[in-house]
């Protein structure tokens, strides 16, 4: 079975500071990854996926994340934090093999950015 | 214009109660989800249905059950509330089998319902 982990149920930086939230997973096989943010009262919205090709994938609002397979980690960051940034981010992991996508989810992370 | 719109997007009931929960897209998806988010913001699938054919059936209690008239629709019905069932409830789609891929779909999420049972 596939699981992911998220180091840290919450993360403070500030304004302008460098963003590192973190991200493992456990699968017998590379799954494909998602990191997914969700803004206080609504709903998940993609921010990047990695599915095959280039490990350094960079995503919306200046996010981006790099898959190591040998670490089996896709660690999500930012080089400057905004205070739009402040949210809830969540990890997922879709297996490659099942012809259909099974998000499995991490208990997420909130980023925290003061001024 | 919404993508992914569901309805009610609070409701507060009663334990044993029945509730409906309904699940509309605009976007020419195939694909389509219910997840629970609970208090702790944990995400985990409930359902996901393909061209109205269920695909995912996780291990979730019988007194849910979803419905799919048409594949712009998912409804989650709910018989019996229990206080346990108070979570948010989230909708989502995707281009889904006939989009090419559909593991690296992107989902797109709606507002969710936050469900209160008392």
């Known amino acids: 079975a596939q699981s992911v982990t998220q180091l840290g149920s919450h993360v403070s930086v500030s304004e302008g500071a460098l963003v590192l939230l973190r991200c493992n997973y456990s699968?017998?096989?590379?799954?494909?990854l998602f990191w997914y943010v969700q803004y206080p009262n609504q709903g998940l919205q993609l921010l990047l996926k990695?599915?095959?090709?280039?490990?350094l994938v960079k995503g919306i609002n200046g996010f981006e994340a790099e898959f190591k397979k040998s670490e089996t980690s896709f660690h999500l960051t930012k080089p400057s934090a905004h205070m739009s940034d402040a949210a809830e981010y969540f990890c997922?992991?879709?297996?490659?093999?099942?012809?259909?996508?099974?998000?499995?989810f991490g208990t997420g992370t909130r980023l925290l950015v003061s001024p | 214009d919404t993508a992914v719109s569901q309805t009610p997007k609070y409701l507060v009931t009663q334990m044993g109660n029945d509730k409906s929960i309904k699940c509309e897209q605009n976007?020419?998806?195939?694909?389509m989800y219910w997840y629970k988010q609970d208090s702790k913001k944990f995400l985990k699938i409930m359902f996901s249905?393909?061209?109205?054919?269920?695909?995912i059936n996780e291990t979730v209690p019988n007194r849910f059950s979803p419905k799919s008239p048409d594949k712009a629709h998912l409804n989650l019905h709910i018989n019996s509330l229990e206080l346990g069932d108070s979570a948010v409830y989230f909708c989502?789609?995707?281009?889904?089998?006939?989009?090419?891929?559909?593991?690296?779909?992107?989902?797109?999420f709606g507002p969710g319902t936050r469900l209160t049972v008392l």
């Open positions: 249905y393909n061209n109205k054919e269920l695909i």
């Open positions: 997922a992991v879709s297996p490659m093999n099942t012809g259909f996508q099974k998000l499995v």
């Open positions: 699968s017998s096989v590379p799954p494909y």
């Open positions: 976007l020419g998806h195939d694909t």
């Open positions: 989502a789609s995707s281009q889904g089998l006939a989009g090419g891929l559909p593991t690296t779909d992107t989902q797109y």
């Open positions: 990695y599915t095959t090709g280039a490990t």
